[in-house]
């Protein structure tokens, strides 16, 4: 059973930074290389939204409100296998559970996972 472990979450004032880890379990190393990963968040009383991509060709992708602010990116080491996710000049209202969520197509059948998410919060 796969598993996604988020970690790096904690509080931060406006404009620090975090780095947010993605570990799978129960995933191989060329499972890990197919799937692309994604990362989410939810403040309280609001939808989970989306927040970057990257895929397992490489390809990067950002929510506008992280844009130029996040890198997100990936390990594809056996020994290592994890997705990054670094929050440089947090704000506020970058406040909120950040969940790690993974997805690989094989014909018609998805393969979707998430984690149970990290707590990050900005305030001064």
């Known amino acids: 059973q796969v598993q996604l472990v988020e970690s790096g979450g904690g509080s931060v004032q406006p404009g620090g930074s975090l780095r947010l880890s993605c570990t799978p379990s129960?995933?191989?190393?060329?499972?890990?290389?197919?799937?692309?990963f994604e990362w989410y968040r939810q403040a309280p009383g609001q939808a989970r939204e989306w927040v970057a991509t990257?895929?397992?060709?490489?390809?990067?992708?950002?929510a506008d409100a992280v844009k130029g602010r996040f890198i997100v990116s990936r390990d594809n080491l056996k020994q290592v296998l994890s997705v990054y996710l670094q929050m440089n000049s947090l704000r506020p209202e970058d406040t909120a559970v950040y969940y790690c969520?993974?997805?690989?197509?094989?014909?018609?059948?998805?393969?979707?996972?998430w984690g149970q998410g990290t707590q990050v919060t900005v305030s001064s």
């Open positions: 129960g995933m191989s190393s060329i499972v890990f290389a197919l799937n692309d």
């Open positions: 969520h993974s997805r690989r197509s094989v014909g018609d059948t998805q393969y979707l996972f």
């Open positions: 990257v895929r397992h060709g490489h390809d990067v992708y950002y």
